[in-house]
T-cell receptor, first 114, second 116 residues
Framework: EAQVTQNPRYLITVTGKKLTVTCSQN?????MSWYRQDPGLGLRQIYY???????DKGDVPEGYKVSRKEKRNFPLILESPSPNQTSLYFC?????????????FGPGTRLTVL | AQKVTQAQTEISVVEKEDVTLDCVYE???????LFWYKQPPSGELVFLIR??????QNEISGRYSWNFQKSTSSFNFTITASQVVDSAVYFC?????????????FGKGTHLIIQP
């Protein structure tokens, strides 16, 4: 089944404890991105990747890192999480890195930082 | 400036009623795409439709229909004969040619509640 997977789905952590949220797609998509969803703010893009080893900042990149060493994986790294990073995170991918293409989303990761 | 506006924060209707979700967008590009996504209570984001700026034909898919009007910069979504399973948050989103690979700009969503 073609899909975007994220792990973990739920995570509660404490301030300053490094964490990684994994994202993987099995559709051979070039483009991958991360969004966060907050009440009243909709979804905002954190980082995106147009292909392997090519990443760039989205609208809200502060406090996050990403890497794209393989085409299928695009992990989101929080080196020192803070409570304001408590949010619902979505990974998405599209076949090509083009504004014309449809992004398909993973199931989401609900992160709570205490 | 907000590029995608979904003015209806929450809508509540009784099952079988028709309901329209509004989406107004702003862009300077002549080439752009509009999308609708559904987020049911389980939390995932489900793609519903993509429409490019050169295609103003209305689209119908079962009980769902979309009305794209460039003159008013709107891309409204209508559910006919609503059902409880339609209860969800619905997001309208925009991608612009000038935006490159910057991704989607989402509206803040409309929470649709269908009461039995």
């Amino acid at each position: 089944e073609a899909q975007v997977t994220q792990n973990p789905r739920y995570l509660i952590t404490v301030t300053g404890k490094k964490l990684t949220v994994t994202c993987s797609q099995n559709m051979n998509h070039e483009y991958m991105s991360w969004y966060r969803q907050d009440p009243g703010l909709g979804l905002r893009q954190i980082y995106y990747s147009m292909n392997v080893e090519v990443t760039d900042k989205g609208d809200v990149p502060e406090g996050y890192k990403v890497s794209r060493k393989e085409k299928r994986n695009f992990p989101l790294i929080l080196e020192s999480p803070s409570p304001n990073q408590t949010s619902l995170y979505f990974c998405a991918s599209s076949l090509v890195a083009s504004f014309q293409d449809t992004q398909y989303f993973g199931p989401g990761t609900r992160l709570t930082v205490l | 400036a907000q590029k995608v506006t979904q003015a209806q924060t929450e809508i509540s209707v009784v099952e079988k009623e028709d309901v329209t979700l509004d989406c107004v967008y702003e862009t300077r590009d002549t080439t752009y795409y509009l999308f609708w996504y559904k987020q049911p209570p389980s939390g995932e984001l489900v793609f519903l439709i993509r429409r490019n700026s050169f295609d103003e034909q209305n689209e119908i898919s079962g009980r769902y229909s979309w009305n794209f009007q460039k003159s008013t910069s709107s891309f409204n979504f209508t559910i006919t004969a609503s059902q409880v399973v339609d209860s969800a948050v619905y997001f309208c989103a925009l991608s612009e040619e000038g935006g490159g690979a910057d991704g989607l700009t989402f509206g803040k969503g409309t929470h649709l509640i269908i009461q039995p």
